[in-house]
């Protein structure tokens, strides 16, 4: 049975085009990929990539394309075969059917001008050798069922398994970001094949660290990553590129506060938390916001386990982890803050919350007191829909108290009214560790509700206390 997609205009816009030149130039190219997959998928094609290949040269094809439609290519590489064009929202690549072979030390293939069947059988997933022909009249060519898989949500290898990930590893990174992004199944023999070779992935020379992090990002960035996380925990993929959330698996909590392991208690907190941010790095901050309690974890009798401090040493393993796994340093105190403070807002939940404690994190947080907010709410996980329900309408109340605080006081960015060059002409001092303590005095102020949060207020209260500490402390 044919299939047809009825989805894409084959007669008018850069599709039309494409099939026109084809045609006129009498040559042999096709859609396929990507492009393919989800317009049977019926995803919006708008802004996506569109990948052509061209039995034989694809950079005169582009070219004479290009040349024929008055535009000018956006990039050529003819040792590869491709070239790119960027157009209309759409990255239009072209590149020359290719048959591919590994060495065992590279996944870097020795390429070579290819058929149509070569060159969709090298490809990772049955869904993405589909291809549409330019020259004919917008039937699907499968040569590896791979509409059927897209209709079963199934992902599988056109060819074994277990080459494809050994010849290839970074395949198995691209599988699971798949499934997530797509919600399919991984096929019986593929999973395997994927724990089989997950090793691969500890070779350098094989695949870079930054390839893996740019995968493991796109996987927490699905709509629902508890499905990709999960699954490079279950294939042993999870120890190898981030094992200390692979650590949290089976680390028990105490019964009366959350219901599940460590491990999958993240899993619910990181769905809870993309279902209101495509923020990656909230994201990333709601994956790690625990990621210390196998380390801190204590029993304690008529308690259960305790994993006092975890949240200190959860902020400090974020440089290490940074580091390796080559993530963007600027965005470390970002995610140490929220770890370091996402037990803070549920504690004011718990007891009758001073104004004083309601200032301090409202100015602890600063800019990103509404972002610790979301990732304290995703924390809220239980069994029990009552229970939840009830705990999300205390933590309401004290959410509101919080932001109205921190807007009031004017809290976003604390620090003293009176900056340290003024406490130091006021009080006739040198730079020293005096003008920090009459500083940190005047936000203590602030902070308790002494003063209001205001130059006037705050200048006369450093004139009030600057004696006695300039006495105190003045010769120490």
Not at 239 to 250: A, K, Q, T, V, Y
Request: net charge negative; proline share 3%; aromatic share 8%.
């Amino acid at each position: 049975m044919k299939t047809i997609i009825q989805n894409i205009d084959f007669k008018s816009g850069l599709i039309g085009d494409l099939v026109r030149f084809t045609k006129k130039s009498k040559a042999e190219a096709y859609i396929v990929g990507g492009f393919v997959r989800d317009s049977l998928l019926g995803i919006d094609m708008t802004g996506l990539d569109i990948d052509i290949m061209v039995i034989g040269d694809a950079v005169e094809f582009a070219e004479g394309f290009a040349g024929s439609n008055k535009m000018n290519l956006s990039a050529v590489y003819k040792n590869f075969g491709t070239a790119l064009l960027n157009i209309d929202n759409n990255k239009v690549e072209f590149a020359s059917s290719r048959k591919e072979s590994y060495s065992r030390d590279s996944r870097k293939p020795v390429v070579e001008f290819g058929t149509l069947d070569e060159d969709l059988s090298r490809r990772d997933f049955t869904i993405n050798t589909l291809a549409i022909s330019l020259s004919g009249s917008g039937e699907v060519i499968d040569k590896f069922g791979g509409i059927k898989d897209l209709k079963d949500k199934i992902l599988k290898t056109p060819l074994e398994p277990d080459k494809t990930f050994f010849d290839d590893p970074l395949r198995i990174l691209r599988a699971i970001r798949f499934a997530s992004k797509l919600d399919f199944a991984i096929e019986e023999n593929t999973f395997k094949a994927i724990a089989d070779n997950k090793n691969r992935l500890k070779e350098d020379s094989v695949v870079s660290q930054e390839r893996i992090t740019t995968e493991f990002l796109k996987i927490l960035e699905s709509d629902k990553p508890s499905i990709g996380l999960n699954l490079l925990f279950l294939t042993g993929v999870m120890d190898i590129i981030f094992p200390e959330i692979s650590n949290l698996g089976g680390i028990d909590q105490r019964k009366d506060y959350h219901h599940k392991d460590v491990f999958f208690h993240t899993l619910e907190v990181v769905d809870n938390i993309s279902k209101v941010t495509d923020d990656v790095w909230l994201r990333f901050a709601a994956l790690t916001h625990d990621i210390a309690k196998p380390r801190t974890k204590k029993f304690i009798p008529g308690t259960g386990w305790t994993f006092h401090g975890h949240e200190e040493l959860g902020a400090r393993m974020m440089k290490k982890i940074f580091d390796r796994m080559h993530l963007p340093l600027n965005k470390i105190d970002y995610v140490s803050k929220l770890i370091r403070l996402h037990l803070r807002p549920a504690a004011l939940v718990n007891q009758d919350a001073t104004d004083s404690a309601v200032r301090r994190l409202a100015a602890e947080a600063g800019e990103e007191l509404v972002d610790l907010l979301k990732l304290c709410r995703a924390d809220i996980t239980s069994k029990n829909p009552d229970k939840v329900k009830k705990y999300l309408s205390n933590f309401a109340l004290v959410e509101k108290r919080i932001l109205e605080v921190q807007e009031k006081d004017n809290l976003r960015n604390f620090q003293s009214p009176v900056r340290g060059d003024e406490i130091m002409e006021i009080c006739g001092i040198e730079p020293s560790k005096l003008v920090g303590i009459l500083k940190t005095s005047i936000e203590e102020a602030i902070l308790e509700g002494i003063i209001p949060n205001k130059y006037n207020a705050a200048l006369e209260y450093l004139y009030k206390i600057k004696d006695d500490i300039i006495e105190e402390f003045g010769n120490k």
